[in-house]
């Protein structure tokens, strides 16, 4: 497999799972580029971005510095994020949960991709968060296009996850928003721009898991309002409106099959 033109992108992949909601978020960071003086390697400019905007929300909002952000931990006001090893009260778990999706300007524009599935729907056969993720995958595929090569990061914790990125490597059904190829529903668009298996790598140590697990809960949580499944103490203290917080330009709207 050759390099492609529009160099490498890794997709950072997290879910979250509350019944009757299915979640999966990717974050698209740039790897590899073709710059003026070649081939280059980039990614690491976007991780020393990161690193100051986790600086950033540490001297802000004065937490810990090396703490890992968990969504769910964090909005519960659990973890004793705070410098001196208290916790956060909800207003300010809520606080610093809104700045943190809302202060992603290093991340490229159209660069989140978010697909859930419910508890009825089907996707390739498959169910639950496997249905999302299939839909995750053909969006990833959709952004990688003809022109760019892609590698993928799992959080630890799902190896089933390995093996369903494995058979969307090679049968990936996939609609077509004209609707239909040559008269048919569906083309096998499998994920071959990929030239490597998945990657698993634990939260606690990637900044950009972190985040797309910060998008799914966001995303999952508002879901669960919209469809008056949220708790009214919830609804309350705002968590139905953390994952408005994020900068739409941020979210690639236009990655259909």
Same mark, same amino acid.
């Given at each position: 497999m050759d390099l492609r033109d529009g160099g490498m992108d890794i997709f950072y992949i997290d879910e979250s799972v509350k019944h009757p909601f299915y979640v999966a978020s990717a974050v698209c960071i740039p790897f590899i580029r073709n710059t003026e003086s070649g081939w280059s390697f980039v990614w690491g400019d976007y991780l020393n971005d990161a690193t100051d905007w986790r600086r950033y929300l540490s001297n802000?909002?004065?937490?810990?510095?090396?703490?890992?952000?968990?969504?769910?931990?964090?909005?519960?006001?659990?973890?004793?994020?705070?410098?001196g090893g208290h916790n956060l009260n909800p207003n300010e778990a809520v606080g610093l949960y809104r700045d943190a999706i809302g202060s992603l300007d290093f991340i490229p524009n159209s660069s989140i991709i978010t697909c859930f599935a419910n508890d009825k729907t089907s996707l390739m056969g498959a169910t639950g968060i496997k249905a999302s993720l299939f839909g995750l995958f053909q969006r990833i595929r959709s952004q990688c296009g003809r022109n760019r090569n892609g590698m993928i990061f799992f959080d630890d914790g799902h190896l089933e996850y390995i093996n369903w990125y494995r058979q969307a490597s090679k049968y990936l059904p996939t609609g077509s928003r004209y609707g239909g190829w040559?008269?048919?529903?569906?083309?096998?668009?499998?994920?071959?721009?990929?030239?490597?298996?998945?990657?698993?790598?634990?939260?606690?140590?990637?900044?950009?898991?972190?985040?797309?697990?910060?998008?799914?809960?966001?995303?999952?949580?508002?879901?669960?309002?919209?469809?008056?499944?949220?708790?009214?103490?919830?609804?309350?203290?705002?968590?139905? %409106?953390?994952?408005?917080?994020?900068?739409?330009?941020?979210?690639?709207? %236009?990655?259909?099959?």
């Open positions: 802000n909002h004065r937490i810990k510095s090396r703490k890992e952000l968990h969504a769910h931990e964090l909005i519960a006001s659990k973890g004793l994020y705070k410098i040559d008269g048919q529903q569906t083309k096998n668009l499998p994920l071959e721009m990929f030239p490597k298996d998945a990657n698993i790598k634990p939260s606690s140590l990637s900044i950009f898991l972190q985040i797309a697990d910060l998008i799914a809960y966001a995303a999952r949580v508002k879901l669960e309002a919209e469809n008056n499944l949220l708790a009214a103490k919830r609804i309350k203290r705002g968590h139905d %409106r953390i994952y408005d917080s994020l900068n739409i330009s941020k979210i690639n709207l %236009r990655v259909r099959p």
